[in-house]
């Protein structure tokens, strides 16, 4: 089991220009999940995404940000016209979709996806 | 004031050393608290996780939940330096979804031989 897979490891990007994080699931796993680290801070929920569905997007910016999981790939985390602000540690997480207990015990992340922006 | 508040250390201790790591949270829905480990460069890995009050045991480490003083701890006893990396605590509130978790800023710890 290859677990979460996240691409690129490293990303840098120029002011104005887009980003595109690439996350795939373990296998099984039908929930994902993006959090943001921002320096000397914790990880910050973003959105969770089933197949073809926004279920959470509560802590995803209004603007610039959008996440999709479509039927067949990765889920992708998309941010448009990037600032510096956007420089931080972008992680997926993904769940099995049994139960409770089954989610939290199954909750995996990937290495991140490393975001600078000059 | 943040959701979760957790010390950021560096806490520094040598290896054998019973190492205590600590978050306290105000939102008293929370119900599951978690556990995770992170090193530098990698995601966070789950450690364990408790639901509501009590304790919860697995090898070395040690959960404790003491939801009336909304105060959750962490203990590791016999440390060793593979133990060194960051420390995030993370809780899940059942009325805005238990698959949304919210995170500590994390401890960073270093074992020292």
């Known amino acids: 089991n290859a677990g979460v897979m996240q691409n690129p490891r490293h990303l840098v990007r120029r002011r104005g220009q887009e980003a595109r994080l690439r996350c795939s699931p373990m296998k099984g796993h039908s929930h994902v999940y993006w959090y943001r680290q921002l320096p000397e801070e914790g990880l910050k929920f973003m959105v969770y995404l089933q197949k073809e569905n926004i279920i959470d997007e509560s ?15 990765p889920s992708i985390l998309r941010i448009q016209q990037v600032v510096r602000g956007d420089s931080a540690a972008y992680f997926c997480a993904s769940s099995p979709p049994e139960g409770r207990q089954g989610v939290l015990d199954g909750y995996t992340f990937g290495s991140g996806t490393r975001l600078t922006v000059v | 004031q943040k959701e979760v508040e ?3 250390g560096p806490l520094s201790v040598p290896e054998g050393a019973i190492v205590s790591l600590n978050c306290t949270y105000s939102n008293s829905a929370f119900q599951y608290f978690m556990w ?3 090193y530098s460069r990698k995601g966070p890995e789950l450690l364990m996780y408790t639901y ?3 304790n ?6 040690t959960a404790q939940v003491d939801k009336s003083s909304k105060y959750i701890s962490l203990f590791i006893r016999d440390s060793q330096p593979s133990d060194s990396a960051t420390y995030l605590c993370a809780m899940t509130d059942m009325n805005t979804g238990f698959q949304k978790l919210v995170f500590g800023t994390g401890t960073r710890l270093l074992v020292s031989p």
């Open chain 2, 56 to 61: 919860k045991e697995d090898g070395r480490f």
């Open chain 2, 36 to 38: 995770y480990r992170q």
């Open chain 2, 52 to 54: 509501s009050s009590g």
């Open chain 1, 59 to 73: 802590g995803m910016p209004k603007e610039r940000f959008s996440a999709e999981f479509p039927k067949e790939g």
């Open chain 2, 6 to 8: 957790q010390d950021p």
